[in-house]
């Protein structure tokens, strides 16, 4: 019964279960956009729902996306694609990085891949949150898991940020290509085939996915699952992969399957978005702890912070 009201809160959610290391650039091949944020003093949080009903009413949401921390395997540079590998230690603290970026952005939602790299990354990176609310993974795989996670206090969910895992978030399949040394592969079979296999949209390494397969499944996700979340006011963080990201940030930014070639994501940047007006609007990465550009982007999130402070005060 618990468990089917904090279950209720997801919504839709509920029924299924290299940014390059360039800093804050997202890189188009040459073209290299700044990613501006405005810095603000950090916001903090009414002990209430307030803040909630706040947000609901200015229609706007906001969406972080982070591509997990380094892995073991990125340090090694092989292929990993589905193989669940963890992160290292610099992908730990890449993590915590994030969650610092992130710390002042009210988070209602997290979805992550079903891979540990990404999961570790969401986990680390809430440590680090204003809000100090808990992220709980929901366990939806069958009825028991669903009855053995019941939380049976309303206070207690309400200090919860439900966590849902999605396979459909998971990296590419990378197919014959998955533990094999991404340079000696290049060494082999030559630089162009090795990076038409990476980074072309539609040709496949050998039986894996393309970009085009990764995103069919990824953007669906997305659409099904996540925007409707979003239209309903509430900010979602989500941790995945260098591929599962760029398909959704090709349908975010509507980029055409040529720009998408050039997009890379670095390990641990958070990069965040607003929904507003039905449309996404690519906010950057926020630079640090002390800034929330979120609230100084559009008119209405300006006014909905004001509104937190003053009720501060
Ligand atoms: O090995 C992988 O799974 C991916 C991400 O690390 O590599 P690539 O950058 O080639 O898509």
């Not at 079903?114 to 366990?139: G, S, Y």
């Not at 082999?188 to 990764?214: Q, T």
């Not at 399957?257 to 990465?285: A, D, H, W």
């Amino acid at each position: 019964m618990a468990t089917a009201v904090f279950h209720q809160a997801l919504g839709t959610a509920q029924s299924h279960q290299h940014l390059q290391n360039s800093g804050s650039h997202l890189e188009f091949g040459n073209a290299s956009l700044k990613l501006i944020s405005k810095v603000v003093q950090p916001v903090s949080y009414p002990p209430n729902n307030s803040s909630d009903e706040l947000r609901k009413k200015s229609s706007e949401a906001a969406l972080i996306l982070i591509r997990h921390g380094e892995s073991l395997w990125n340090e090694k540079n092989l292929f990993t694609g589905c193989v669940d590998v963890p992160l290292t230690k610099k992908g730990v603290e890449e993590a915590i990085e994030a969650g610092k970026r992130i710390s002042n952005i009210p988070v209602d939602m997290i979805y992550t891949s079903a891979l540990i790299r990404a999961q570790m990354t969401a986990m680390l990176a809430m440590t680090q949150h204003r809000r100090k609310k808990v992220p709980i993974i929901l366990h939806n795989e069958n009825e028991q898991a669903r009855e053995w996670s019941q939380i049976f206090s309303e206070d207690t969910k309400k200090q919860s940020i439900p966590v849902v895992t999605a396979s459909q978030l998971n990296e590419r399949m990378y197919g014959e290509l998955q533990g094999l040394n991404k340079q000696e592969t290049a060494d082999r079979f030559g630089k162009e085939k090795v990076h038409e296999w990476r980074r072309s949209y539609d040709i496949p390494p050998p039986n894996g996915e393309s970009l085009e397969m990764c995103a069919e499944r990824a953007v669906a996700y997305f659409k099904d699952h996540i925007e409707p979340q979003l239209l309903s006011g509430k900010n979602v963080m989500i941790a995945a992969h260098g591929n599962s990201l760029r398909s959704i940030i090709m349908y975010l930014d509507k980029l055409t399957s040529q720009e998408v070639i050039n997009l890379e994501l670095s390990t641990g940047i958070p990069m965040l978005y607003i929904l507003k007006g039905g449309k996404f609007i690519r906010r950057g990465s926020p630079a640090g702890p002390t800034e929330a550009g979120v609230y100084a982007y559009t008119r209405s999130l300006a006014l909905y912070r004001q509104k937190l402070d003053d009720m501060l005060r």
